[in-house]
């Protein structure tokens, strides 16, 4: 059974960092490219960041590059998406995506 768990989201002020995690079990997580996605209030679900199965080659949304930078562990089966410089338009539920499944997403919301 496929599970994708995100953890690490929470309340941070402007300027802030976070660091989310997504814990994947059920297939061979090092065979394959993750995504982190992002859906604020009202809006479509938008692609964040994209990593290649080795980690080797990124990809960022414009609306992020610069602030946001993805990774993963594979000997842990793990995902991160490191947050810094955070904005209130960065409010949104993140959700890690790969091997066709999807997590049940962590909040983050950025506030004075």
């Known amino acids: 059974q496929v599970q994708l768990v995100e953890s690490g989201g929470g309340l941070v002020q402007p300027g802030g960092s976070l660091r989310l995690s997504c814990a994947a079990s059920?297939?061979?997580?090092?065979?394959?490219?993750m995504n982190w996605y992002r859906q604020a209030p009202g809006k479509e679900r938008e692609l964040v960041a994209t990593?290649?199965?080795?980690?080797?080659?990124?990809s960022y949304a414009d609306s992020v590059k610069g602030r946001f930078t993805i990774s993963r562990n594979n000997a842990k089966n793990t995902l991160y998406l490191q947050m810094n410089s955070l904005k209130p338009e960065d409010t949104a539920v993140y959700y890690c995506?790969?091997?066709?499944?999807w997590g049940q997403g962590t909040q983050v919301t950025v506030s004075s």
């Open positions: 995506n790969g091997y066709s499944s």
């Open positions: 059920g297939f061979t997580f090092s065979r394959y490219g």
């Open positions: 990593i290649t199965s080795g980690g080797a080659i990124t």
